[in-house]
């Protein structure tokens, strides 16, 4: 499966964005979908995360409250929406996925593809 971040882009603080990651190749049903970033001179770190059916989610707890994975598996997608943005969120933001059963893993190296990144940029 190849993956297709989108949707990032400058919004201010107290604004909302929503990002979009795209799978292509095969089905993306029975994979867990996680979201991580990366913000200039600091490591990536994980975001949050959505399994395959019944889509359990874990979130970071900086995003807690204010951002929502989904998915749609009927378009291949999975979805971050990002509510309440502060400056500390500005940061390019990748999907990553892994084929697996309801686990959740909040490492990059638990998860086998990933897409480019898409930046989103939130201004005080």
């Known amino acids: 499966v190849q993956l297709q971040a989108s949707g990032g882009g400058l919004v201010q603080a107290g604004g909302s964005l929503r990002l979009s990651c795209a799978a292509s190749g095969r089905t993306f049903s029975p994979y867990t979908v996680g979201w991580f970033r990366q913000a200039p001179g600091k490591e990536r770190e994980f975001v949050g995360a959505?399994?395959?059916?019944?889509?359990?989610?874990a979130y970071a707890g900086s995003v807690k409250g204010r951002f929502t994975i989904s998915r749609d598996d009927a378009k291949n997608s999975v979805y971050l929406q990002m509510n309440s943005l502060k400056p500390e969120d500005t940061a390019l933001y990748y999907c990553?996925?892994?084929?697996?059963?309801?686990?959740?893993?909040?490492?990059?190296?638990?998860?086998?593809?990933w897409g480019q990144g898409t930046q989103v940029t939130v201004s005080s």
């Open positions: 990553a996925a892994k084929r697996a059963t309801t686990v959740i893993g909040r490492t990059g190296t638990w998860y086998d593809v």
């Open positions: 959505i399994t395959r059916s019944p889509g359990n989610t």
